[in-house]
């Protein structure tokens, strides 16, 4: 009879513990419900890397001020016979630098849009998201004389409504696996490694070329060098996007 009183003490220790601990999982989501968003395949998503066995990588470039950087990474780019790349302008920028944007264009490399105002589109109404993809439609397919329909969301910031908009408005919101981190000027030597040891088949690759990057142009023609030297082809965003069905990841309602 002892035995007996022992064993289910046991079990409903067992039960106790199970309870806990479902408790608790269920405060962790309830706690982290403001910043974490259920991902569906039926929804929009954000582009962050293509799946192929091919060695392609896509080199980006966002573009948001200054006419100092550009052309020193477009000179680069056609010093190593780089034909196929991608760059994200903003509206304020292209209308700005008509001249740059002739160059890119003419290189023949993809222009993709980098918004309007330069915020974090996540916070702001449904209303001004939209207004701020369609200025920024307007004033870019002005000035490359065609309609752009890849975007990259200043600060690389999105939740689940604006990947919805920007799907209405036909555009494909594009993130990035491998970030060099030009952006922090953290060192010639810094960029070149972190993209190296990065990269791999299907990659997009985050880069800059607006006037607060100092050592992007001096980093890119090994990076360039390197990547040749190990088999990679360089692609467009689009041209990567056409080898295979695009990588999604859950969608997070916070700056990414």
């Given amino acids: 009879m002892n035995y007996f009183y022992v064993l289910n003490g046991k079990k409903i220790k067992q039960y106790l513990t199970i309870f806990v ?11 982290e419900k403001g910043n974490i968003s259920v991902f569906s ?19 980006t470039f966002d573009i948001s001020w200054g006419d100092k950087r550009a052309e020193p990474i477009l000179n680069v780019l056609k010093e190593k016979g780089v034909t196929n790349a991608t760059f994200f302008i903003s509206s ?7 001249e740059i944007v002739k160059k890119i264009k003419e290189a023949g490399f993809e222009i993709g849009s980098h918004g309007h105002k330069h915020t974090n589109y996540s916070g702001l109404s449904d209303e001004e998201i939209r207004k701020q993809i369609q200025t920024a439609h307007q004033i870019i397919s002005e000035a490359i004389g065609q309609e752009p329909n890849l975007i990259r969301m200043p600060n690389g ?5 604006v990947l919805k908009i920007a799907d209405e408005l036909k555009y494909k919101v594009i993130q990035w696996d491998t970030d060099s981190l030009d952006w922090k000027n953290i060192g010639t030597d810094n960029i070149v490694n972190r993209v190296l040891d990065k990269a ?3 990659d997009i690759v985050l880069m800059h070329a607006s006037d607060s990057v100092k050592q992007t142009h001096e980093a890119l ?22 080898q295979a069905q695009v990588s999604k990841q859950p969608v997070e309602d916070k700056t990414t």
């Avoid at 601990?21 to 706690?31: E, L, Q, S």
């Avoid at 304020?92 to 008509?98: D, E, L, S, V």
């Avoid at 990076?223 to 996007?241: C, E, H, N, P, S």
């Fill in 21 to 31: 601990a479902v408790i608790f999982a269920a405060g962790i989501i309830y706690a």
């Fill in 221 to 242: 023609p090994v990076i360039i060098d390197r990547l040749k030297a190990d088999g990679y082809q360089f692609v467009t965003v689009t041209q990567l996007m056409e």
């Fill in 41 to 59: 395949q039926n929804e929009p998503a954000a582009i962050y890397s293509i799946p192929t066995e091919k060695k392609l990588i896509a080199l």
């Fill in 200 to 202: 791999h088949p299907g």
């Fill in 157 to 161: 910031d999105f939740d689940k409504r």
């Fill in 92 to 98: 304020p920028w292209a209308k700005g630098n008509p």
